[in-house]
């Protein structure tokens, strides 16, 4: 079995190779190549803490996994990213495990490709302003992906915790990849009511902005909540989207994310509000965007078949450090 460490990992693919490999990953899925197993969530001893198992399969590469990701809330108090996640990697001709990879950068890197994806699809050609909500580690590679995919003119911030902001500025300002402009902003209101794209990356449990804070013509992607108490957008929000996608439709219902159930619960939205997957839109099987005027909804609560996918390209990359 091959050890491929964080370290090493987070090095391999640039976020414009993780884009197209989260591409060709929702191709190979409509072809059947690759599908999603059964996803476990489970709470590790405490309420606040818990791991998810998430499985992949490929029938059109030699290869099968899973995720083990471990969501601690606190671990920024001692410095810790709040996810701890590792990819187990096995061979489906003879189930040898093949490498064990440590996934916290390659999460964050998947989970920006695929909101990328999603936003090169769904968003407005013209859209150029971002707001981002929240400013942790998945956020990050939010920015990264949304300037990869639109020709960004200006990123509007808001995150619970100044330092934050400004250690997420830090690290943007020597990584833009045109001169745009960085703006902190004092709610998330405000980051949202200015922007064509829209990030929520948090674990909120209560809305981190307000529906009528996004405009006509908007796309947001809510990356953040993957669990039934967990609630980054207000249930307005998906009432006044035109459609919601998302990774996986069942993954979606499985998960139970509150920014999804709430309205439907309130009876604010049909389940047919979730049209599909992003991977529909990318084949052509349902349309996306019809009017510049829509909102348009990315619906994000984490898809193995993305992460298999991303772990593949580093395996084959060749940089494994250790053999049995
Ligand atoms: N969709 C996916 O595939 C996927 C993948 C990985 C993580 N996640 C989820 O994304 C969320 C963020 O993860 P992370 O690794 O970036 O965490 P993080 O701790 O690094 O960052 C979260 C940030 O959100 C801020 N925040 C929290 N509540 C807020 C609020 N109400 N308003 C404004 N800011 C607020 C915090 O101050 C922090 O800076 C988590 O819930 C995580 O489980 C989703």
Redesign the pocket.
């Given at each position: 079995m091959k050890i491929i460490p964080e370290e090493v990992a987070k090095d391999v693919l640039n976020m414009k190779k993780a884009i197209a490999t989260v591409r060709d990953a929702y191709w190979a899925c409509s072809r059947g190549e690759m599908f999603q197993g059964d996803r476990i969530v489970q709470n590790l001893g405490t309420e606040k803490n818990i791991g998810q198992w998430l499985t992949a399969i490929c029938t059109g590469q030699p290869y099968f996994g899973f995720k083990f990701?471990a969501?601690f809330?606190d671990?920024?108090k001692s410095g810790m990213?709040?996810?701890q996640?590792t990819i187990s990697l096995f061979s489906n001709e003879n189930g040898k495990q093949l490498a064990l990879i440590g996934a916290n950068y390659l999460?964050?890197l998947?989970?920006g490709a695929?909101a990328g994806v999603a936003t090169d699809l769904l968003a407005r050609k013209d859209a150029s302003r971002l707001g981002i909500?929240?400013?942790?580690?998945?956020?990050?590679t939010q920015a990264l992906a949304m300037q990869e995919v639109r020709e960004l003119t200006e990123v509007r911030l808001?995150?619970?915790?100044e330092e934050?902001m400004d250690a997420f500025i830090n690290r943007l300002e020597p990584v833009k990849n045109r001169d745009y402009v960085i703006v902190k902003c004092s709610s998330?209101n405000e980051a949202a009511e200015q922007s064509d794209i829209i990030c929520t990356?948090?674990?909120?449990k209560?809305p981190?902005l307000d529906a009528n804070a996004i405009q006509s013509g908007t796309h947001l992607n809510a990356?953040?909540?993957?669990a039934r108490n967990?609630q980054e957008t207000a249930s307005e929000t998906a009432a006044k989207a035109a459609f919601i996608v998302t990774?996986h439709v069942d993954g979606l219902w499985a998960s139970g994310t509150g920014d999804i159930m709430e309205p439907l619960e309130a009876g604010l939205i049909s389940k047919e509000k979730v049209l599909g997957s992003v991977g529909d839109i990318l084949t052509g099987k349902l349309a996306g965007r019809t009017d510049d005027d829509q909102i348009t909804m990315y619906e994000?609560?984490?898809?193995c078949v993305l992460d298999l996918a991303i772990a593949i390209a580093v395996y084959e990359s060749g940089c494994c450090m250790q053999n049995d």
């Amino acid at each position: 079995m091959k050890i491929i460490p964080e370290e090493v990992a987070k090095d391999v693919l640039n976020m414009k190779k993780a884009i197209a490999t989260v591409r060709d990953a929702y191709w190979a899925c409509s072809r059947g190549e690759m599908f999603q197993g059964d996803r476990i969530v489970q709470n590790l001893g405490t309420e606040k803490n818990i791991g998810q198992w998430l499985t992949a399969i490929c029938t059109g590469q030699p290869y099968f996994g899973f995720k083990f990701s471990a969501v601690f809330p606190d671990n920024p108090k001692s410095g810790m990213p709040t996810d701890q996640s590792t990819i187990s990697l096995f061979s489906n001709e003879n189930g040898k495990q093949l490498a064990l990879i440590g996934a916290n950068y390659l999460t964050a890197l998947k989970t920006g490709a695929a909101a990328g994806v999603a936003t090169d699809l769904l968003a407005r050609k013209d859209a150029s302003r971002l707001g981002i909500v929240g400013t942790g580690v998945q956020a990050f590679t939010q920015a990264l992906a949304m300037q990869e995919v639109r020709e960004l003119t200006e990123v509007r911030l808001f995150d619970m915790s100044e330092e934050r902001m400004d250690a997420f500025i830090n690290r943007l300002e020597p990584v833009k990849n045109r001169d745009y402009v960085i703006v902190k902003c004092s709610s998330g209101n405000e980051a949202a009511e200015q922007s064509d794209i829209i990030c929520t990356a948090t674990p909120s449990k209560t809305p981190v902005l307000d529906a009528n804070a996004i405009q006509s013509g908007t796309h947001l992607n809510a990356i953040g909540s993957f669990a039934r108490n967990m609630q980054e957008t207000a249930s307005e929000t998906a009432a006044k989207a035109a459609f919601i996608v998302t990774e996986h439709v069942d993954g979606l219902w499985a998960s139970g994310t509150g920014d999804i159930m709430e309205p439907l619960e309130a009876g604010l939205i049909s389940k047919e509000k979730v049209l599909g997957s992003v991977g529909d839109i990318l084949t052509g099987k349902l349309a996306g965007r019809t009017d510049d005027d829509q909102i348009t909804m990315y619906e994000s609560v984490g898809s193995c078949v993305l992460d298999l996918a991303i772990a593949i390209a580093v395996y084959e990359s060749g940089c494994c450090m250790q053999n049995d």
